[in-house]
C-alpha cells in the first residue's frame, strides 16, 4: 500500500505535531517526545510500511486488532492515525533491563499484553493527547 503522504501533512497541519517529509520517500510525524510514526512509501508497494522510530515493529497494509474472545477490527491507516488521536489506540513500550526494546501500538478494547510478558519486562502504556493548534 502507498502511503498519501500529502494527505497524512494535511490531516496533522492542524495539531501540535512535527512533520518531516524526506522527498516522498518517508514521512515522519512526532506525536509527543517518546513516540515518532514513520510512513514509508517504496518501489514496490509490498514494501511500504508504517513503523514506530526505536522499535521493532511494523506494519505492511492495513492494521488488525483482536482480542482473546474472537473479536477484532481492522484499521487502514487514516483510521489508525484518527484511532491514535481519539485515544483508542494507544502505543506501547516494552523496556527490558532499563532499555526500550520495542515501541507499538495497541487498540484499548484490544488488550492482552499482559498474557505474553516475560520476566524482565517492563511495559509502559502511553494514551496520547494531540492537541489541536491554536489559531
Request: proline share 1%; glycine share 4%; aromatic share 16%.
Amino acid at each position: 500500500m502507498k502511503y498519501d503522504f500529502n494527505f497524512l501533512e494535511e490531516y496533522f497541519m492542524n495539531y501540535n505535531v512535527s512533520i518531516k517529509n524526506d522527498n516522498n520517500e518517508f514521512l515522519e510525524i512526532t506525536l509527543d517526545k517518546e513516540v515518532t510514526l514513520h510512513f514509508q512509501n517504496a518501489e514496490n508497494e509490498n514494501d511500504s510500511l508504517i513503523a514506530f522510530i526505536n522499535g521493532e515493529w511494523h506494519c505492511h497494509d492495513d492494521l488488525m486488532f483482536s482480542g482473546k474472545n474472537g473479536y477484532y477490527t481492522d484499521l487502514n491507516y487514516i483510521d489508525f492515525i484518527s484511532e491514535i488521536i481519539k485515544g483508542n489506540i494507544l502505543i506501547c513500550l516494552l523496556y527490558v533491563a532499563g532499555e526500550l526494546k520495542d515501541v507499538y501500538p495497541v487498540h484499548k478494547d484490544y488488550f492482552d499484553e499482559f498474557d505474553y510478558m516475560e520476566f524482565g519486562e517492563e511495559l509502559r502504556i502511553k494514551k496520547l493527547k494531540i492537541e489541536e493548534k491554536i489559531t
